[in-house]
């Protein structure tokens, strides 16, 4: 049997993106700055990797925020998660950053750097209703609200957090 090689290109996409990896450093190194000049700390975290998981649960079709953390800390005892403005990714069209406070019991919260992608296309998978026609599988736009995070840490325990309201400070 022939092993499939991957076209040269779609390989590349498989390294780490260097130019995306100092551009988020920056934006931490930025953040831990104004967050002690203020007067408070933060514990800043890596990411290992991150994505887009499709939810089909709910009518429309929404995008949970898949991080997985450098860390051994226990991701299941996050309590809150506040999200910084939202910043257009200068080096890649249709990404965005943002930093994530992750607030735990421990007196220090920590901050996870989150880059994502825009407006991510997926096929919604066909739906049967009771007492009602099938909806066909479809291609749709997942919104991304950023309320819908799962956060995975190095051991892989996993946890999902919805935030229900935001709150201007």
């Not at 909806?135 to 919104?143: F, H, M, N, R, T």
């Amino acid at each position: 049997m022939e092993q499939q090689q991957l076209p040269e290109n779609q390989a590349e996409q498989f390294d780490i993106d260097q130019v995306a990896k100092e551009w988020i450093q920056n934006q931490v190194d930025a953040e831990v700055k104004r967050v002690r000049d203020a007067g408070s700390s933060v514990l800043p975290f890596k990411i290992i990797n991150c994505g887009i998981v499709p939810n089909f649960e709910k009518k429309t079709a929404r995008a949970i925020n898949r991080i997985e953390l450098d860390t051994n800390v226990d991701v299941s005892k996050v309590e809150q998660v506040m999200v910084s403005p939202i910043t257009s990714y200068p080096h890649k069209p249709g990404f965005s950053y943002v930093n994530l406070i992750l607030v735990t019991k421990q007196p220090v919260p920590f901050l996870a750097p989150y880059l994502f992608q825009n407006n991510v296309k997926v096929i919604q998978p066909e739906k049967e209703q009771e007492g009602r026609k099938t909806i066909p599988s479809k291609e749709v736009i997942l919104k991304n609200d950023l309320r819908e995070f799962l956060f995975i840490n190095k051991r892989g325990v996993r946890a999902r957090f919805t935030i229900h309201s935001y709150h201007d400070v």
